[in-house]
């Protein structure tokens, strides 16, 4: 298949792409800053660069874009073009994405992660109902938990 737009604009249109300061990111650290939790973005001393690191409870939150992590949700297609490439780059970020989670445990970090899919598209949770999700995840005792959008296939939290 054919891209539908020229090089130029593709290339224009992907460098624009972010990876901090996202969207998600921006409506998970707000609601959790107004619900009195503070935190530090990016840690360079932790591998990855966590997007939220709370210290104070040893936790981790990371917000994860569908697309970059190949989740399997609504909102992930493999891409039509270049597809060894792409193929490639999402397969080395799911498997940075264990290393590093195996590298947070191993610190003594517990690790949240939100996916894209929780707070965007047609199988989207109240954003409300993440924040305090990730609230009452974060004043628990759990390990590893993950928040995810429902299957647009059973209507159910998946």
Not at 97 to 108: A, F, M, P
């Amino acid at each position: 298949m054919v891209d539908v737009v020229d090089k130029s604009t593709r290339s224009r249109m992907m460098s624009g792409i972010q990876s901090k300061n996202t969207k998600p990111e921006l409506l998970v650290r707000r609601g959790l800053h107004g619900l009195g939790f503070r935190y530090s973005l990016h840690s360079k001393t932790l591998p990855g660069k966590p997007d939220l690191v709370f210290a104070k409870y040893k936790a981790i939150i990371q917000i994860n874009g569908c697309f970059w992590h190949a989740h399997d949700c609504h909102l992930f297609t493999w891409p039509k073009t270049r597809k060894h490439f792409w193929e490639t780059k999402l397969k080395s970020n799911q498997q940075r994405d264990k290393q590093n989670l195996e590298q947070y445990q191993k610190l003594g970090w517990r690790v949240l992660s939100i996916w894209e899919c929780a707070l965007k598209g047609n199988g989207r949770l109240p954003s409300s109902d993440v924040i305090v999700i990730a609230a009452k995840w974060l004043k628990s005792d759990s390990r590893k938990a993950e928040i995810r959008g429902r299957s647009k296939y059973s209507g159910h939290d998946t």
